[in-house]
């Protein structure tokens, strides 16, 4: 199994921005056919170090990850994150 999380830091932070970004999120879910779970989480802390809002996924492999990435119901997504964050931090892993 391959784990991809993404940690989002918005440019502007307003509940507006937060909604917009966690529902394209979780959007994703069921509409794209190698993502095998989907998790999007909020901060509470609110801390200097912390991001606003994380992104936890599953794929079987290293392909469905790629498949994930190009696939058309992602792209979208992506272009929304290019417009609302200031910043993103990713890690991609794989588990026994």
């Excluded at 994703?28 to 809002?53: C, H, M, P, Q, W």
């Excluded at 994930?68 to 929304?80: A, I, R």
Aim: aromatic share 8%.
């Amino acid at each position: 199994m391959v784990k991809h999380i993404v940690m989002f830091k918005l440019a502007n932070k307003t509940p507006e921005n937060m909604d917009t970004l966690t529902r394209a999120l979780k959007g994703l879910a069921g509409n794209i056919e190698t993502l095998r779970f989907l998790e999007v989480g909020t901060d509470f802390k609110e801390s200097d170090r912390s991001y606003d809002i994380v992104l936890t996924t599953h794929f079987d492999d290293k392909e469905g990850l790629v498949t994930y990435g190009k696939h058309k119901n992602h792209l979208p997504v992506l272009d929304l994150v290019g417009k609302l964050c200031a910043s993103t931090v990713v890690v991609d892993y794989e588990l026994p």
